[in-house]
């Protein structure tokens, strides 16, 4: 009886491992910096392999599986944290209930939730009125009637400037209209600074605009120290 379960479970892994439902896909940027026209620095910004998981049902997508294997050349490992290294798995809900989403993903703050920029060219306000991209923890996310909506509740790690937030609480209500090829969106985060207690605030308005073929992003971040 014994075997005959771990025979079951080996059928059931295999049968999972070989499963349709898997998608790879990678990507790769190399960057060069030219200091004079003598030397001409090139380097790989960021490699990744995606692997991509979904199991569904009759009644549509019901579970998510993602895991990353990033490399690059020259970041160091504070920033090269913040742009690679996602791994998470999402329970859907049924079409406009609420989705789960566990694991080390974008915290839903401003543009991090709807565009992709660990390969953009320019930084972004993160950095600076953030200081943390990607975090553990939790998040809730769906839509209701018009809105789209994303709470999250994650450690507080990783954060550029060596310092740590306690469980920070991040909230987006945003709305997009296909028809405009328009999107916008309200951002909250509050939390403490681990070793200081002081509370750490952050308010954000954010908006993305298509003009085929172009995409044009902007966000304001206001907050306290």
């Known amino acids: 009886m014994k075997y005959k379960s771990i025979f079951i479970i080996i059928l059931l892994f295999l049968q999972l491992l070989f499963s349709s439902n898997w ?13 004079d026209f003598k030397n001409t ?12 998981y979904t ?6 997508d019901r579970l998510i599986f993602f895991f990353q294997i990033p490399y690059s050349s020259h970041l160091a490992s ?7 290294g996602d791994v998470y ?27 992709d920029i660990h390969f953009s060219l320019l930084p972004y306000l993160y950095e600076l009125g953030l200081g943390i991209k990607k975090d553990i923890g939790a998040e809730v996310f769906g839509e209701y009637k018009f809105f789209n909506y994303n709470l999250a509740f ?21 709305i997009d209209e296909p028809s405009l090829n328009l999107k916008v969106g309200m951002s909250f985060l509050h ?10 605030r952050r308010f954000g308005l954010d908006i993305e605009k298509g003009f ?13 120290k």
């Open 78 to 84: 504070d920033m090269f944290f913040q742009h690679y």
């Open 89 to 115: 798995l999402i329970l859907k809900g049924r079409l406009k209930q609420p989705n789960i989403q566990f694991g080390r993903f974008d915290i839903p703050f401003g543009i991090l939730k709807t565009s």
């Open 55 to 60: 199991y569904s049902d009759t009644k549509g």
């Open 191 to 200: 939390s403490t600074m681990a070793m200081e207690h002081n509370n750490f």
């Open 212 to 224: 085929n073929p172009f995409i044009f992003t902007g966000e304001i971040i206001y907050g306290d």
């Open 154 to 174: 994650t450690r507080g790690l990783n954060r550029l400037d060596s310092s740590r937030l306690d469980m920070p609480l991040t909230m987006r209500l945003g």
């Open 23 to 35: 998608d790879f896909n990678g990507a790769m940027v190399v960057r060069t910096v030219i200091k």
């Open 41 to 52: 620095d090139f380097s790989l910004h960021g490699a990744e392999i995606n692997l991509h």
